[in-house]
């Protein structure tokens, strides 16, 4: 859960708790280190067990803190599962767009997650659209499709992302808080094939396009802040 408290500035600040899990190798880790450090390391240094990130954003008079909590995607550390997704209010379901077996396995890390903590936000995130965008069409309208397909059953948004190429990354994070918060999302949506899909309106299924967003008014590239009030007031 979220926890609100007025700091010394005399802002409010609440916790935003994401967890990330998804097979090894997909680029858990390396999303998390570019969102926190704007960093991108071609290396791969296998999580061991669990990281933690924080990051600190202000919008209007709040401050909001990312917790950000990367489970090691090897099978031997799902034990360590429940300290990544309990109480964490949006999970981010991830794969990696140039692997399709990383899509598959999803459904069971959903069902991993889904059996601790049914109330977290769930976000399908593909990773490495660079590598993606160098597949031929076919495979790219195959993997595209299959993942609007889990998207629409998950109820979640559904977010292509390069962590080398800094595309969707910030924009993400943006969701997460509209989702959270409940607040409407200024950011226009990217829903071609092909494209970086942002779709983050309630069912994105292959091909509808932006049903349901008339709500979602294309504008600045921000979500709206919060009013302290509508922070949730639990502490964890
Ligand atoms: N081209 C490209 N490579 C990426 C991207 N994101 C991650 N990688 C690479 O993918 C490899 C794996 O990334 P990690 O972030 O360590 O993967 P992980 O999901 O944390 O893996 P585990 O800790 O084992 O679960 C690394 O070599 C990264 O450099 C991306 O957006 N584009
Ligand atoms: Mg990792």
């Excluded at 926190?36 to 924080?54: R, W």
């Excluded at 209010?89 to 997650?113: G, H, P």
């Amino acid at each position: 859960m979220s926890e609100a408290k007025t700091g010394e500035s005399g802002r409010s600040n609440v916790v935003v708790k994401v967890g990330m899990v998804g097979d090894a190798q997909v680029g858990k880790t390396t999303l998390m280190v570019k969102y926190v450090e704007n960093k991108f390391d071609e290396e791969y240094i296998m999580t061991l067990g669990v990281n933690f990130m924080e990051k600190t954003i202000t919008l209007r008079n709040t401050e909001i803190t990312f917790s950000i909590w990367d489970l090691g995607g090897q099978r031997e550390f799902l034990s360590m599962l429940p300290l990544v997704c309990n109480d964490a209010v949006a999970t981010f379901f991830m794969f990696d767009l140039s692997r399709k077996s990383t899509l598959n396995s999803i459904k069971e890390w959903y069902r991993q997650v889904r059996g601790l903590n049914r109330n977290a936000h769930a976000f399908l995130v593909g990773t490495k659209y660079d590598i993606f965008a160098t597949l031929p069409t076919e495979e790219q309208q195959d993997i595209d499709k299959m993942a609007r397909k889990f998207a629409a059953a998950m109820h979640a948004p559904l977010i292509f992302t390069s962590a080398s190429h800094s595309i969707n990354v910030q924009k993400m994070f943006k969701v997460v808080l509209s989702k959270v918060f409940d607040l409407r999302c200024n950011l226009e949506q990217i829903e071609n094939v092909g494209e970086p899909l942002l779709l983050f309106t309630d069912s994105p299924t292959a091909g509808s396009g932006s049903a349901g967003a008339a709500a979602q008014q294309p504008g600045s590239a921000a979500a709206a802040a919060p009013a302290p009030a509508a922070a949730p007031a639990t502490a964890t």
